[in-house]
């Protein structure tokens, strides 16, 4: 229901905006009208990645019961993290904890 609401919504503001395009418009506001077109497809690839990447990462990570803290999983081995997973080690994620008493927040 709400991914058709956002749809919806950026459906309407992009047909405004190319209605807004045909008129006749003053110096900047052609550029300024097709850096707001740019800005929705932004927001739209934003989007996608989310649903399509980071959701599906987060299903997986409550399924497995990991934690921010702790990107390992039960095996040792790092859990959905490219940085992890290129040459990182478990010293690294407690280095970037340190400055909070080693403790998440």
């Given at each position: 229901?709400?991914?058709?609401k956002i749809n919806f919504?950026?459906?309407r503001i992009?047909?405004?905006?190319f209605d807004i395009s045909r008129q006749e418009l003053v110096k900047g506001q052609g550029s300024e009208v097709n850096?707001?077109?740019?800005?929705?497809?932004?927001?739209?690839?934003?989007g996608d990645v989310i649903t399509k990447q980071v959701v599906p990462l987060l299903k997986k990570k409550e399924r497995i019961g990991g934690?921010?803290?702790?990107?390992?999983?039960?095996?040792?081995?790092?859990?959905?993290?490219?940085?992890?997973?290129?040459?990182?080690?478990?010293?690294?994620?407690?280095?970037r904890f340190a400055g909070r008493g080693g403790r998440c927040e």
């Open positions: 229901m709400r991914e058709k919504l950026e459906e992009r047909r405004y905006l850096g707001l077109i740019s800005l929705l497809d932004s927001m739209e690839r934003i934690d921010s803290c702790h990107p390992y999983g039960a095996d040792g081995r790092p859990e959905s993290d490219k940085h992890l997973q290129r040459g990182y080690r478990k010293k690294h994620t407690e280095k």
